[in-house]
């Protein structure tokens, strides 16, 4: 086991509000089609170029990992 720091996507909203964005407004929009299309990409990856099927891919397992940019989403997955 390893500790990774990062915000669960189910506070994404608690996260947002904190750094004083308007969780409705177009800046806060945008950052969650980012994670939405990072989120895709690494199922994709992981499913079809990995062979690697997570069988637990609820909310609680994935988080938006700290250091990540608007442009560059990170998104880590944890394993139960």
């Known amino acids: 086991m390893e500790y990774i720091d990062g915000t669960p996507i189910l506070k994404l909203e608690d996260e947002i509000s904190k750094r004083g964005i308007n969780p409705g407004g177009k800046m806060a929009t945008a950052a969650k089609q980012n994670i939405l299309k990072s989120l895709t990409l690494a199922y ?3 499913i079809l170029k990995s062979g690697f099927f997570h069988a ?3 909310p609680g397992n994935i988080l938006i990992c700290k250091g990540s940019e608007a442009s ?3 998104i880590c997955f944890l394993e139960t």
């Open 44 to 46: 994709g990856q992981m």
């Open 56 to 58: 637990d891919p609820h």
């Open 72 to 74: 560059t989403t990170k």
